[in-house]
């Protein structure tokens, strides 16, 4: 296949997008040192808003190149639920009464553990509810975790080393974590109902062997950290407002039904109106909505859809190539550079794969769904919650990068080799 002009310069324009994910702190830097530019600098610094740019270089492109006509037809065909989704479970997952139910749960279950509270409940945030996004999906539990990290473990007294080994882990535990069910995981969604993966299947071919992954990493990183951790002061609990069931309930039910009609946005958006319309009645029981770092996470999303939507022609041909053995490295290599839906969704769209095949492809997506923030679609979401946490308020990809490499490590050894 001789690709077209605007193959050509999508892929470009790509590549270009992931370069500058790895250099928005250099613009940060820039914007310090270039007050006049401050504002521009400061845009491109920040990394919600790669993709969304380059996506508008490329429609402006095929503007140019297709006309009018061709370029909003490829726009409008675009499937842009999941951004869509994203972001309504973040901003819900993130209110107070969530956030005060699942600290609460994690409190329980931490009581019952026989080691120090502060090692216990870091232990869950980082194995249990990466686990739970099974269940609740993984934006969702990108959302709870990072926010309950933020608060107890991300102050000024721990070290880089500390937050970037723990971000590591966190973003790889999300990725296989939510493998033990076929509709959580944004790459086995895209595959599940071509390939009729139901929850059994899940379980018997990615679950059992993701949970062993997520425990091994997080007693690894507890077993490291063991001495930063008893230096950990965890934050007093503010019971000056008591949250009434009702409200804990009602929350709940706009989590669930979101959750139950992921794949129908007409109707998780008629429910995200009602719920915004819930908590404004309710402003005693809510802390600020994180609208704004939910919307950034979106956009970042609808703009990997839009770059991305233009890359099967090289995409493709380079999985296709591979045997069943080779497709599980190549896939966790390739999902560091895209979206590890992208890679499985390409892969859907190919009759005649081996069961081995698919297998090997899907556990490759999600093992290196850590690596980098474009990896797996939870990485921005929990990149706009914890950033303000890091130096200059902004998480080095190449940081995240080597964080994310050990726990990947032990996700290949779980997929690939029990």
């Given at each position: 296949?001789?690709?077209?002009?605007?193959?050509?310069?999508?892929?470009?324009?790509?590549?270009?997008?992931?370069?500058?994910?790895?250099?928005?702190?250099?613009?940060?830097?820039?914007?310090h040192?270039?007050?006049?530019?401050?504002?521009?600098?400061?845009?491109?610094g920040?990394?919600?808003?790669?993709?969304g740019?380059?996506a508008?270089?490329?429609?402006?492109?095929?503007?140019?190149?297709?006309?009018y006509?061709?370029?909003?037809?490829?726009?409008?065909?675009?499937?842009y639920?999941?951004?869509?989704?994203?972001?309504?479970?973040?901003?819900?997952?993130?209110?107070?009464?969530i956030l005060?139910?699942?600290?609460?749960?994690?409190?329980?279950?931490?009581?019952?553990?026989?080691?120090?509270?502060?090692?216990?409940?870091?232990?869950?945030?980082?194995?249990?509810?990466?686990?739970?996004?099974s269940?609740?999906?993984?934006?969702?539990?990108?959302?709870?975790?990072?926010?309950?990290?933020?608060?107890?473990?991300?102050?000024?007294?721990?070290?880089?080393?500390?937050?970037y080994?723990t971000l590591?882990v966190?973003f790889?535990?999300?990725?296989?974590?939510?493998?033990?069910?076929?509709?959580?995981?944004?790459?086995?969604?895209?595959?599940?109902?071509?390939?009729?993966?139901?929850?059994?299947?899940?379980?018997?071919?990615?679950?059992?062997?993701?949970?062993?992954?997520?425990?091994?990493?997080?007693?690894?990183?507890?077993f490291?950290?063991?001495?930063?951790?008893?230096?950990?002061?965890?934050?007093?609990?503010?019971?000056?407002?008591?949250?009434?069931?009702?409200?804990?309930?009602?929350?709940?039910?706009?989590?669930?039904?979101?959750?139950?009609?992921?794949?129908?946005?007409?109707?998780?958006?008629?429910?995200?109106l009602?719920?915004?319309?819930?908590?404004?009645?309710?402003?005693?029981?809510?802390?600020?909505?994180?609208?704004?770092?939910?919307?950034?996470?979106?956009?970042?999303?609808?703009?990997?859809?839009?770059?991305?939507?233009?890359?099967?022609?090289?995409?493709?041909?380079?999985?296709?190539?591979?045997?069943?053995?080779?497709?599980f490295?190549?896939?966790?290599?390739?999902?560091?550079?895209t979206?590890?839906?992208?890679l499985?969704?390409?892969?859907?769209?190919?009759?005649?794969?081996?069961?081995?095949?698919?297998?090997?492809?899907v556990?490759?997506?999600?093992?290196?769904?850590?690596?980098?923030?474009?990896?797996?679609a939870p990485n921005p979401?929990?990149?706009?919650?914890?950033?303000?946490?890091?130096?200059?308020?902004?998480?080095?990809?190449?940081?995240?990068?080597?964080?994310?490499?050990?726990?990947?490590?032990?996700?290949?050894?779980?997929?690939?080799?029990?």
């Amino acid at each position: 296949m001789n690709p077209s002009l605007i193959n050509i310069i999508s892929a470009s324009l790509f590549f270009i997008a992931i370069i500058h994910t790895f250099s928005t702190k250099y613009f940060l830097e820039l914007a310090h040192s270039h007050p006049k530019y401050s504002g521009l600098l400061h845009l491109l610094g920040e990394v919600e808003v790669v993709f969304g740019f380059w996506a508008m270089i490329l429609v402006l492109f095929m503007f140019g190149i297709n006309g009018y006509e061709s370029a909003v037809a490829y726009v409008d065909s675009r499937n842009y639920t999941e951004p869509m989704f994203v972001f309504v479970i973040m901003v819900i997952a993130a209110t107070k009464p969530i956030l005060h139910l699942s600290e609460n749960i994690v409190l329980s279950i931490a009581r019952i553990i026989p080691i120090p509270k502060e090692m216990a409940i870091y232990f869950l945030l980082l194995s249990l509810v990466p686990l739970l996004g099974s269940f609740i999906t993984e934006p969702a539990a990108m959302t709870l975790a990072a926010m309950l990290l933020g608060v107890n473990y991300f102050g000024k007294e721990t070290s880089s080393r500390f937050k970037y080994a723990t971000l590591g882990v966190l973003f790889v535990n999300i990725s296989i974590g939510g493998t033990l069910t076929p509709y959580a995981a944004p790459p086995v969604l895209m595959v599940s109902a071509t390939w009729d993966w139901d929850i059994h299947f899940m379980l018997t071919n990615f679950g059992w062997r993701a949970a062993i992954a997520v425990l091994a990493n997080t007693l690894i990183l507890v077993f490291i950290f063991k001495d930063d951790l008893k230096l950990i002061k965890l934050k007093e609990r503010n019971n000056a407002t008591k949250m009434p069931l009702p409200i804990i309930f009602a929350h709940l039910f706009f989590l669930i039904g979101v959750v139950f009609f992921a794949h129908h946005p007409a109707v998780f958006m008629a429910l995200f109106l009602f719920f915004l319309g819930f908590s404004s009645a309710y402003k005693k029981f809510q802390n600020p909505l994180i609208l704004t770092q939910a919307l950034l996470v979106a956009f970042f999303l609808a703009g990997l859809v839009v770059l991305g939507g233009v890359q099967q022609w090289w995409l493709e041909p380079t999985l296709m190539s591979m045997s069943s053995d080779a497709v599980f490295f190549g896939a966790t290599t390739l999902t560091a550079f895209t979206d590890n839906a992208a890679l499985t969704y390409l892969g859907s769209l190919v009759d005649g794969l081996s069961d081995e095949f698919k297998i090997a492809l899907v556990a490759g997506a999600v093992t290196g769904g850590g690596l980098t923030v474009i990896a797996n679609a939870p990485n921005p979401a929990g990149i706009a919650i914890l950033r303000d946490h890091f130096p200059e308020n902004t998480i080095a990809p190449l940081g995240l990068l080597m964080g994310a490499i050990p726990p990947t490590l032990v996700a290949i050894i779980a997929f690939r080799f029990i």
